[in-house]
């Protein structure tokens, strides 16, 4: 591995961009390899939501970055939100997407679970927000990072609302 930079270093510009090409490629198979994408999804939406069904908190499993998201709806024009920001993409845009489940629970609510591969250096961001008459407001942003490890907690952010 010692001879990467210099090889990396040595290729033309198509041929590096091939060769992140099937990068991408094969952590996508290694991702899917370490269990069935469709259980995993199934599995979160059992168990990532609170009682209310608000999302919890995005995590790894076997290689796997798992990232609930939800709306609960209080009305057409309220609802409370938690979504996922990956590497600055929301998470069903990203772009190594294996799975995104999506389940309407209601007249205004859903639960969704995305599955991406678990890639080092990821930048991941659960961000809890809250719609009303006034407007879309950031209530948090936890952000994280995928390491060797794991999910890193990096920083939070509570927004403190404009009245106090």
């Known amino acids: ?9 040595e290729l033309h510009d198509v041929d590096l961009h091939l060769l992140v090409a099937a990068v991408h ?6 991702a899917l390899a370490a269990g069935d994408p469709y259980a995993l999804a199934e599995e979160a939406m059992q168990s990532s939501f ?5 999302a919890g908190m995005p995590y790894v499993e076997r290689g796997v970055l798992v990232c609930p998201g939800a709306v609960v709806g209080k009305s057409q024009t309220s609802h409370l939100c938690r ?4 590497d600055e993409q929301w998470v069903w845009d990203h772009p190594a997407v294996l799975l995104d489940r ?14 991406l591969p678990a890639l080092a250096g990821m930048t991941v961001t659960a961000v809890h927000s809250k719609k009303s008459v006034e407007g879309h407001r950031r209530i ?12 890193v907690e990096a920083s939070r952010t509570v927004s403190i609302p404009d009245n106090h």
Do not use: N
């Open 102 to 115: 999506v389940d309407e629970v209601g007249h205004h609510s859903r639960k969704t679970v995305t599955l």
């Open 25 to 30: 490629e094969e952590q996508q198979r290694r």
């Open 83 to 86: 979504f996922v920001v990956v």
């Open 140 to 151: 948090a942003a936890d952000t994280f990072e995928v390491t060797e490890a794991g999910l």
């Open 50 to 54: 609170d009682r209310r069904g608000l």
């Open 1 to 9: 591995m010692r001879d990467w930079p210099g090889f990396v270093g």
